[in-house]
């Protein structure tokens, strides 16, 4: 499992025009499955993105208070190492992602977190104000 973490001062998604997921200073949180993921990647990823001092004053997220917004990212596993063409053959299938997806957003609600989403499969629009600007890659 994979995730991109962006520090934002708020973020939104739209999906056919409607906003279907929005917080305020938080994170977003892109989150990447592959095919062999289970619970203990799932786990790791959410005490990760719950715990990692990397909002200002070195706090955690859920020491500020601040919301989560997960968006399903099978792009985190393109592999580009050949070519001019991404292969996505290192993405789970939307069937096994998609539940994995879920437990993140809800594990992190579970830790009392915020939690937006966007929406599983969907061609969305991302808007957010990144802050720092501060960026994390996670691998689990």
């Keep these: 499992m994979r995730a991109v973490l962006q520090r934002v001062t708020r973020a939104q ?30 786990a790791l990823i959410v005490r990760k993105i719950a715990e990692l001092r990397i909002m200002r004053d070195e706090q955690s997220v859920m020491d500020v208070g601040g919301g989560v917004l997960v968006v399903s990212q099978f792009t ?32 992190l609600s579970e830790r ?6 966007g929406r599983f499969g969907a061609m969305m629009e991302v808007e957010l104000v990144n802050d720092g600007p501060v960026t994390i890659l996670l691998e689990a």
């Design 112 to 117: 009392g977190i915020p939690v937006e989403t």
């Design 13 to 42: 998604v739209t999906v056919e025009g409607e906003v279907v997921g929005q917080i305020g200073p938080g994170l977003v949180a892109l989150i990447g499955a592959t095919h062999d993921d289970g619970p203990d990647q799932v």
């Design 76 to 107: 985190l596993y393109a592999d580009t190492r050949k070519g001019r063409r991404p292969s996505w053959n290192g993405a789970a299938p939307g069937p096994v992602a998609e539940p994995l997806v879920e437990q993140v957003a809800a594990g």
